[in-house]
Nanobody
Framework: QVQLVESGGGLVQAGGSLRLSCAAS????????MSWYRQAPGKQRELVAS???????NYEDSVKGRFTISRDNAKNTVYLQMNSLQPEDTAVYYC????????????WGQGTQVTVSS
């Protein structure tokens, strides 16, 4: 089994920063891409940022220049540094990892709440 454990969410004022972490544990051969998604109340879950095993990154347009995704392959951990946070960034943030075990499949974390006050 594979577990993803997120941390780092919380309440911050507009313009502030937060850093999310997601650590993968369990039995697997390797992790391909790792990503952060978010879901605001009444909205669909959307991709925020992703990073491949080779550290190529991709960002949703509204977070470009404000958020930075990175990973530590030795620790099986992905990070999301969020700067210049705005109220519209308020959402539950989910970690996603595409993992190779006896096949390849995606796993999800439990989610961490990020609330940005104006």
């Amino acid at each position: 089994q594979v577990q993803l454990v997120e941390s780092g969410g919380g309440l911050v004022q507009a313009g502030g920063s937060l850093r999310l972490s997601c650590a993968a544990s369990g039995s697997f051969f390797s992790i391909n891409s790792m990503s952060w998604y978010r879901q605001a109340p009444g909205k669909q879950r959307e991709l925020v940022a992703s990073i491949t095993s080779g550290s190529s990154t991709n960002y949703e347009d509204s977070v470009k220049g404000r958020f930075t995704i990175s990973r530590d392959n030795a620790k099986n951990t992905v990070y999301l540094q969020m700067n210049s946070l705005q109220p519209e960034d308020t959402a539950v943030y989910y970690c996603n990892a595409v993992v190779r075990r006896f096949g390849v499949r995606a796993y999800w974390g439990q989610g961490t709440q990020v609330t940005v006050s104006s």
